[in-house]
């Protein structure tokens, strides 16, 4: 019913830069919160960085002053720009949205494939 599109994964040094992108498409009447999770290998899935319809955002304290998310409410996408990459930032990188479909009305939520981050040191 809902798809989400990642893009803009890949290798960089430490101290480099990438931005990643997700697009949202599917029965979607309106899409609450949308943002970033990841997980490392070994390690759990952590929240990154997450956005509302209104553009409140909240981060992770790991990645404050280095990540930033951004959302167009119109196109249904979602954004993160990440500067002053670490290797502690190596991950798969998931998006997710909070969406209210519009068969039912009811907010449900869903993910990306991921897309892969390595920051080499």
């Known amino acids: 019913q809902v798809q989400l599109v990642e893009s803009g994964g890949g290798l960089v040094q430490a101290g480099g830069s990438l931005r990643l992108s997700c697009a949202a498409s599917?029965?979607?009447?309106?899409?609450?919160?949308m943002g970033w999770y990841r997980q490392a290998p070994g390690k759990q899935r952590e929240s990154v960085a997450s956005?509302?319809?209104?553009?409140?955002?909240d981060y992770a304290d790991s990645v404050k002053g280095r990540f930033t998310i951004s959302r167009d409410n119109a196109k249904n996408t979602v954004s993160l720009q990440m500067n002053s990459l670490k290797p502690e930032d190596t991950a798969l990188y998931y998006c997710?949205?909070?969406?209210?479909?519009?068969?039912?009305?009811?907010?449900?939520?869903?993910w990306g494939q991921g897309t892969q981050v390595t920051v080499s040191s």
């Open positions: 956005i509302t319809s209104g553009g409140s955002t």
């Open positions: 599917g029965s979607i009447f309106s899409i609450n919160a």
């Open positions: 997710y949205a909070r969406v209210q479909l519009i068969t039912t009305l009811r907010f449900s939520d869903y």
